[in-house]
C-alpha cells in the first residue's frame, strides 16, 4: 500500500475557485505543509455555513495505491470530523489555527491501513 499527499493542480477548480486563488508555494514534505494560503472572502460553494465563506484553504491531492482502497482526511482540530474522499482523490481545508490544527490521512485496504499526519506550523496565513 502507499499513500501520498501533495498540493492539487493550480489550474484546478474546486468548489468554483481555482486553486491558485487559494494558495501559492504550497509543499507537502513528510510530516510538513508549507506555503501561503491566501485570504479568500465569499467562497460561498465551499459552505453553506457563512462563517465558512472566509479565510484560509489548502487545497490537496491525495494519491492512494490500490486505486481501491479507502481514503479518509480529518483536519484535526477543525469543526468536521473525518472526510471519506470520493474518486477525486482530493480536498479543500479551511485552516483556521496553524498552530493547533494537523492533517491526518489514512488510507485502509483489506484490513491494512497507511496514516500519515502532517503539521501546519510552517503555513503562512495571509489575512484580509
Request: hydrophobic share 35%.
Amino acid at each position: 500500500m502507499s499513500l501520498s499527499v501533495k498540493p492539487e493542480d493550480g489550474e484546478a477548480v474546486l468548489f468554483g475557485k481555482t486553486v491558485n486563488e487559494l494558495q501559492s508555494d504550497v509543499v507537502v514534505s513528510d510530516d510538513e505543509v508549507t506555503g501561503t494560503l491566501k485570504y479568500v472572502d465569499g467562497y460561498v460553494d465551499f459552505s453553506s455555513n457563512v462563517s465558512e465563506q472566509s479565510g484560509n484553504y489548502l487545497a490537496l491531492k491525495i494519491e492512494a495505491e490500490p486505486a481501491e482502497a479507502e481514503t479518509v482526511v480529518e483536519l484535526v482540530g477543525g469543526t468536521k470530523g473525518p472526510v471519506t474522499l470520493d474518486d477525486d482523490m482530493n480536498i479543500v481545508l479551511l485552516i483556521k489555527n496553524k498552530d493547533t490544527q494537523s492533517i491526518k490521512v489514512t488510507t485502509t485496504h483489506n484490513e491494512e491501513s497507511v496514516t500519515k499526519t502532517y503539521g501546519l506550523s510552517g503555513l503562512t496565513l495571509e489575512t484580509e
